[in-house]
């Protein structure tokens, strides 16, 4: 079976990154002393403050392993001659749109890995942020959702 690539922004993969060292370095061995700790305080059996540092201990591996993968399979993307030469937004774009209610929104376009909708990083394989791959400054767009069509007027692209 093909793998399959996630796009990512610089930034992104910077802060994917960090995160993996930090849980690495850092968490991986927090949660070792407190297994340890728990370990010798109650045993291993029936003990509660165990379960759950083995829990985190979980939780954490499983992390660092989504992680590794995602950076092994990760594609920085970013067309700054595209985003220059034609004002067309491609990943990695900042737009900024007027909705049809009047409110002002800014998006960046970033992959399925770094989305953050309540900061503004939409993915690029979003309604939104299909919708507005390839659009200019002036353009509307009507975006399919699951709550109805929501009409953008992009203002800006960066």
Not at 59 to 68: D, K, N, P, T
Not at 137 to 153: C, H, I, Q, S, Y
Request: hydrophobic share 35%.
């Amino acid at each position: 079976m093909a793998r399959s690539q996630t796009h990512l922004t610089p930034e992104g993969r910077q802060a994917l990154e960090d995160e993996l060292r930090h849980l690495s370095a850092v968490r991986r061995g927090e949660v070792a002393a407190r297994i340890h700790r728990a370990s010798e305080t109650g045993g291993t059996a029936d003990n509660a403050e165990y379960e759950e540092a083995k829990n985190e201990q979980a939780f954490v591996e499983g992390r660092i392993s989504e992680l590794e993968q995602i950076l092994f399979d990760a594609v920085v993307a970013v067309d700054e001659g595209r985003k220059k030469k034609g004002g067309a937004v491609v990943f990695g774009s900042s737009v900024t749109v007027t909705t049809d209610k009047g409110a002002k929104k800014l998006y960046k376009v970033v992959g399925s890995a770094e989305t953050a909708p309540l900061e503004g990083k939409i993915s690029e394989s979003s309604p939104v942020g299909l919708a507005l791959m390839g659009r200019k400054k002036g353009d509307n767009v009507d975006v399919e959702t699951p709550a109805g069509v929501v009409k953008l007027m992009i203002t800006k692209v960066s």
